[in-house]
């Protein structure tokens, strides 16, 4: 059964030298797709993905927007996208791992995951997600 993951992205900027723009999208197998919805620099991303066990019996998220590394954990890529002199291109990527919330199978699910949109410096956050208490 398919599920949901609400990633939602606090504090996002939107500006960042030398980007004239810039926007954060879901990067999937697909291609890559703006958030579901946005608040100012709030912004919700809403992940399809289907929960089920691994080769090992481990409950894993698996989709077209899942991805997975060496050690095996499962993450979900957003990506930073910025235009200067008029060309656009991806900048920076941000992993949101899958193993910060307990994953559920054989029921549909709605997950939630929030993360900070900013690095220490006050850019875009990037590498791997810091996961904030929901609220």
């Not at 481990?58 to 095996?72: E, F, I, K």
């Not at 990506?79 to 920076?92: H, K, N, S």
Request: hydrophobic share 40%.
């Amino acid at each position: 059964m398919m599920s949901l993951i609400h990633i939602h992205v606090v504090d996002a900027p939107t500006s960042f030298a030398p980007y004239d723009e810039i926007e954060l999208v879901l990067s999937t197998k697909d291609g890559t797709f703006p958030p579901a919805a946005t608040d100012g620099a709030n912004l919700r991303f809403d992940v399809p993905v289907e929960i089920r066990p691994d080769k090992s019996g481990t409950l894993q998220g698996w989709g077209s927007a899942v991805n997975r590394q060496p050690d095996g954990r499962r993450f979900i890529y957003l990506g930073w996208i910025g235009t200067a002199g008029g060309e656009r291109t991806m900048f920076r990527r941000l992993k949101v791992f899958l193993d910060t919330v307990s994953l559920f199978p054989g029921h549909e699910s709605v997950y939630t995951i929030h993360v900070n949109g900013k690095d220490r410096r006050g850019g875009p956050a990037c590498a791997s997600a810091t996961v904030l208490a929901p609220g």
